[in-house]
């Protein structure tokens, strides 16, 4: 079935998933611990997370699967692939780990519904953030809060931008070298870098011209294609760094309002 033949299934499917998301955001919100987590090491942090996250993304795939029960289940965020055929669930429960156990409120739950390599549905969700909720359908749109959205033109000088970095950046050496130098490169033409927690949550906020652009180096679908798929169904442009067109296999990341596009490509072309 081609994806477009199924627009109409998907947006009656959205209010469904974007109930479930806010139940395991209530639920986040309600057992995370007032003050930052006293975890000294990656081990105690990861172990304070999983006694945190497991219930309520135990609590995600149980109401998504009671949704979509022929839909497979994508555990790994980490590993950065999407199989390119079937029909399957890409969540997280709690995207930006660290803010939430340092009791910062830039954190979401996003839900993704991926058919054949691609995003169909997506919702992201950040509960403390004024629990403000993004969702799209591939064909149907993008909202913010009921909204429809769209990017804010700007010129780069006038430009806030996102970055991050994928969690495992740190093991990809030409990543690492191009996260470094596209900063100091678009530093210097923009009015301001920020990080500002979840990716897909940033992604997301370029198509409701929160932020003007948001670039990324290295492989990062997990986290990309919920954003990637709210923005460019806002109207925002959204490719690898070099321009051409993006994929879940793609080591680039960027998305733009489009009259902006050109000009970050042209930046970031320098870096290589």
Request: charged share 15%; hydrophobic share 50%.
């Amino acid at each position: 079935m081609r994806v477009s033949q199924g627009i109409g299934e998907f947006q009656e499917l959205l209010p469904a998933v974007e109930a479930a998301v806010r139940e395991v955001g209530a639920l986040l919100v309600s057992t995370r611990p007032a003050e930052p987590s006293p975890a000294r090491t990656v081990a105690e942090a990861m172990a304070h997370f999983a006694e945190l996250d497991g219930p309520a993304a135990g609590r995600l795939r149980e109401l998504l699967g009671e949704l979509r029960p022929g839909a497979g289940w994508l555990t790994d965020e980490l590993a950065g692939e999407v199989p390119a055929e079937g029909e399957w669930w890409l969540c997280d429960a709690t995207d930006g780990a660290v803010q939430y156990l340092l009791g910062m409120p830039h954190w979401a739950v996003t839900a993704t519904l991926v058919r054949d390599g691609r995003a169909v549905l997506a919702v992201v969700h950040a509960p403390q953030l004024g629990g403000r909720t993004y969702r799209a359908v591939l064909g149907g749109g993008a909202d913010l809060d009921g909204r429809a959205i769209a990017p804010v033109e700007r010129e780069l000088a006038a430009a806030v931008a996102g970055t991050s970095q994928p969690p495992l950046v740190a093991a990809d050496p030409v990543a690492r070298r191009r996260a470094g130098g596209s900063l100091a490169a678009v530093l210097g033409e923009v009015l301001a870098v920020r990080n500002l927690g979840p990716t897909a949550l940033q992604v997301a906020q370029v198509g409701s011209g929160h932020l003007a652009m948001f670039w990324e180096y290295g492989a990062d679908a997990g986290n990309l294609l919920p954003g990637a798929l709210i923005a460019g169904e806002a109207g925002a442009t959204v490719t690898d760094t070099a321009g051409a067109a993006w994929t879940a296999a793609s080591d680039g990341f960027l998305v733009a309002a489009p009259g902006l596009h050109g000009a970050a490509v042209g930046v970031l072309r320098a870096v290589g």
